[in-house]
């Protein structure tokens, strides 16, 4: 008598993560991809192909306006939206809501830092051709004023 454990409903990831979302993404949830500090990264399914979205929640009682960076994000997407061959895919949607920020972006399978270290290791000419690519998208962000590595404005 007396000692019950309180049973408290939880959530599942997709209500976690997703809830703020409009049902017009008809994102469906695959699996959780990272569980960062402050970026939680999801791995979802719409109509058109998989999708990664990164999640920031809002501390409780803390006014954050994101403003700022989502004059960033938009700058970014138009600088490198009218290149030809462009070698940067930045994020296609991102908006905030009173609790959390999302962005949204193509998943790709792998990066280069995952190609760079698993079996089968590159020969010499692709690695010359991974830096011709780096060295083509350094070029590319140069080209139209906008500087990834630092951030600051140009």
């Known amino acids: 008598m007396g000692n019950k454990i309180a049973r408290t409903t939880q959530a599942s990831a997709t209500e976690y993560y997703l809830h703020d979302l409009p049902s017009t993404y008809n ?4 699996d959780v991809v990272s569980r960062g500090r402050f970026l939680k990264s999801v791995l979802c399914k719409h109509d058109e192909g998989l999708l990664l979205v990164k999640v920031y929640f809002k501390r409780a009682g803390e006014p954050l306006d994101l403003k700022e960076h989502e004059r960033r994000l938009e700058r970014i997407r138009r600088a490198f939206q009218g ?4 070698h940067v895919l930045p994020f296609q949607v991102w908006f905030q809501t009173d609790k959390a920020a ?3 972006r193509q998943y790709f399978y792998s990066n280069l830092h995952d190609r760079l270290s698993t ?3 590159l020969s010499q000419i692709e690695k010359k051709w991974l830096a011709f690519q780096i060295y083509g998208c350094r070029l590319s962000s140069f080209g139209c004023a906008v500087n990834p590595c630092c951030g600051a404005e140009p």
Do not use: A, D, I, T
Request: charged share 15%; hydrophobic share 55%.
């Open 119 to 121: 079996r089968p290791f």
């Open 102 to 104: 999302y962005l949204l």
């Open 27 to 30: 994102l469906v949830l695959l």
């Open 83 to 86: 290149l030809e061959g462009s």
